[in-house]
């Protein structure tokens, strides 16, 4: 299992390398800028020993992909723009969080909003998969969005809808803050293609993250195979990046020892 770090752009790339072996960038912050910026973040990157194997924070707030205010042709431009862009940098995850973009408003059907997401998820999977790109659905909080928020109940919506090469994440903070048994994984391992980890209070993962071990053993009894990212806040990242990095290696170690 590949272990990398979610970051926020190319000025956190100095700590990770020698440590990790990847970064996961946010779409909507990194990626879509102007096509100068774009250009020097793929500069930067091919002359970087940490590549951009994933993608996360796909959506701005703004656009809208579940209520009455989708603009579909904005929403297929951006994700054509999207795609081509993170086939160049060699990405080939894309995770859909993006809370507020798929929140269901207020007084809106809420059928009718999982059909919405239903089909643009389906759609965005598909044109992925042209791009080198599996589309990695994440759970998220209640406090999130109100749409989605278990890796049970995100797995039961793409085994019930036909959404094509659509896959799943599994974030441990979100499973820890709403009590989600380690049993879900399990029940949910042919659809996952990508993981993260936080520590307590989604702090960087340290001694005090007791469910950290727990969940990558469940991960690798489970047959997963695709790579793990710590996603979290931080107090001065280049100081504790590389140690919690460390910290995460040493402890998927652990959760490997006697099982094959």
């Known amino acids: ?4 770090c979610c970051i926020s752009g190319e000025d956190q790339l100095a700590p990770l390398e020698g440590s990790a072996d990847y ?3 946010p779409v909507a912050r990194a990626l879509m800028e102007s096509d100068d910026a774009f250009e020097r973040l793929a500069a930067r990157l091919g002359a970087s ?3 951009a194997l994933a993608c ?3 959506l701005p707030a703004k656009l809208k992909v579940v209520g009455p205010e989708v603009e579909a042709s904005s929403l297929s431009e951006y994700v054509a723009t999207a795609l081509v862009r993170m086939e160049r940098l060699g990405a080939g995850v894309l995770v859909v969080g993006s809370g507020a973009a798929r929140a269901v408003p207020d007084g809106f059907d809420r059928d009718r909003a999982l059909e919405q997401f239903a089909g643009f998820l389906r ?3 598909v044109r992925a998969a042209d791009h080198h790109v ?3 659905l994440e759970p998220l909080r209640p406090e999130e969005t109100n749409l989605l928020n ?3 109940e995100s797995a039961a919506f793409l085994r019930e809808r036909d959404l094509g090469p659509a896959r799943l994440l599994a974030d441990l903070y979100h499973m820890r803050e709403q009590g989600e048994p380690m049993d879900s994984l399990g029940d949910a391992a042919d659809l996952l293609a990508h993981v993260h980890v936080a520590g307590v209070g989604r702090g960087r993962p340290g001694p005090d993250a007791e469910d950290l071990e727990p969940f990558l053993r469940a991960l690798h009894d489970a047959g997963y195979a695709g790579d793990c990212s710590i996603e979290c806040s931080w107090k001065d990242f280049a ?3 590389p140690g919690a990095l460390d910290h995460t290696r040493s402890v998927a170690r652990r959760a490997w020892e006697g099982r094959t």
Request: negative net charge; glycine residues 8%.
């Open 134 to 136: 599996t589309v990695a």
């Open 239 to 241: 100081a504790e990046a």
């Open 23 to 25: 970064c996961e960038l």
């Open 1 to 4: 299992m590949r272990l990398g």
């Open 123 to 125: 759609g965005v999977a």
């Open 49 to 51: 020993p940490v590549p």
């Open 56 to 58: 996360n924070v796909f």
């Open 150 to 152: 278990t890796v049970a």
